[in-house]
């Protein structure tokens, strides 16, 4: 892939171009860690309201030892927060699409608010159109997740029973809420873990320190939401890859539609598993399940 910039990088600079010392470099990090420790909590223990102990004390400790890094903490637990005000057990009821598209809306928006209108900066981007054209590489690389997806995807929901943490199918009506639900939440887990708190780490962390915080963050919230089991040795190499990805392209464009061709076979597994006629097409589904 041909890298460019990431949005905001001509303004980025990791450690604020000043000289720290070991320990200043070490509390910085300390700040960052416990901010996405406290997503573990919230999201995967589910240990509420202590998880807003170490969500709290990272952006205090941040705004103690490096004033800039405090703050974009603070946008990066405003959002966590806001996501954490719901349950994120899969639901298809009107009112759990309600509070999905409310909570998940806020959770990106206010960030992007804060940023654009309280610190007047613009780290938070949503680079929508590419700089260049795909190359051949891109190309290839969409069609080896998508083989990857279908070969993988089926031997994990249905071996392991994760697709029972996904509500019944009773008709065509739910399954089509299955997938634009499954569309939107993939929409917007680029334009939270990557766009917003990966972009807000990557101003004050080298991209590998960046992108192993936004994972914790990244691969917590999907345990809460469905994958689990051995799911985080499929989630945790996902998200280090999309936040490379990101780094590389600068394009959400393209990181959506990774994330997209994914969710589509998701999509197809969690029906296959509800209905094992519909898209009986997995080679490597389980005889039973």
Do not use: K
Request: net charge neutral; glycine share 8%.
């Amino acid at each position: 892939m041909v890298e460019h910039a990431l949005p905001g990088d001509a303004l980025a600079d990791p450690g604020g171009g000043r000289a720290l010392t070991r320990g200043q470099a070490a509390a910085r990090l300390v700040a960052a860690g416990l901010v996405s420790l406290a997503a573990v909590l919230l999201f995967a223990v589910h240990v509420r309201p202590l998880a807003y102990v170490p969500l709290v004390l990272g952006v205090v400790l941040g705004l103690l030892v490096d004033r800039p890094l405090g703050r974009h903490l603070l946008l990066v637990a405003v959002g966590m927060a806001t996501v954490s005000a719901i349950s994120l057990e899969a639901d298809l009821s009107d009112a759990g699409i309600l509070r999905f598209g409310v909570a998940l809306s806020l959770a990106v928006a206010l960030p992007w608010a804060l940023s654009r209108y309280w610190l007047r900066d613009d780290v938070v981007r949503f680079p929508w159109r590419a700089r260049r054209p795909w190359t051949r590489v891109h190309w290839a690389y969409l069609v080896g997740v998508l083989g990857a997806g279908y070969l993988v995807l089926p031997w994990y929901f249905l071996s392991s029973g994760v697709w029972r943490n996904w509500p019944e199918l009773e008709g065509g009506q739910e399954i089509a809420r299955l997938f634009v639900g499954v569309a939107a939440v993939g929409t917007w887990d680029e334009l939270f873990f990557v766009c917003t708190v990966y972009a807000l780490l990557r101003r004050h962390f080298p991209p590998w320190q960046a992108n192993l915080l936004q994972m914790v963050v990244f691969v917590s919230f999907l345990w809460e939401l469905g994958y689990r089991s051995w799911g985080p040795l499929l989630t945790i190499p996902f998200a280090l890859v999309q936040g490379f990805t990101f780094q590389r392209t600068a394009s959400l464009t393209y990181v959506l539609t990774v994330h997209l061709l994914f969710d589509a076979v998701v999509f197809a597994v969690l029906v296959h598993g509800h209905h094992p006629e519909l898209f009986d097409v997995f080679v490597t589904a389980p005889a039973s399940w």
